[in-house]
């Protein structure tokens, strides 16, 4: 299994930019497809960005398409979200999840989840 712990979460104005980082322990990371995910207070999980396990493919959700950038650094076991343009809507907890199956982290059904980070975007 993978063990995932983000950081990087913060409080920041709107227009601000912010780099979440994922930090992967465990089985070889590099055989993982990775994801970033949200969850606002009374929404559901939402999915963000994806990306295979080679770095070489990227998937993003519409609403953040543009400002949000996936990356992984898999000599370091490190994932990363640049976020830019932070807007108030984008308050949230932020989750980096991994699996096997980049099928499965699409569908936010990912084996891992990391505890999650707070990100709170002031108007």
């Known amino acids: 299994q993978v063990q995932l712990v983000e950081s990087g979460g913060g409080l920041v104005q709107a227009g601000d930019s912010l780099r979440l980082s994922c930090a992967a322990s465990g089985r070889t990371f590099s055989s993982y497809a990775m994801g970033w995910f949200r969850q606002a207070p009374g929404k559901e999980r939402e999915f963000l960005a994806a990306i295979i396990r080679g770095g070489g493919s990227t998937r993003y959700a519409d609403s953040v398409k543009g400002r949000f950038t996936i990356s992984r650094d898999n000599t370091k076991n490190m994932g990363y979200l640049q976020m830019n343009n932070l807007k108030p809507e984008d308050t949230a907890v932020y989750y980096c999840?991994?699996?096997?199956?980049?099928?499965?982290?699409?569908?936010?059904?990912?084996?891992?989840w990391g505890q999650g980070t707070q990100v709170t975007v002031s108007s």
């Open positions: 999840a991994a699996d096997q199956s980049f099928h499965n982290v699409l569908i936010i059904n990912p084996g891992y």
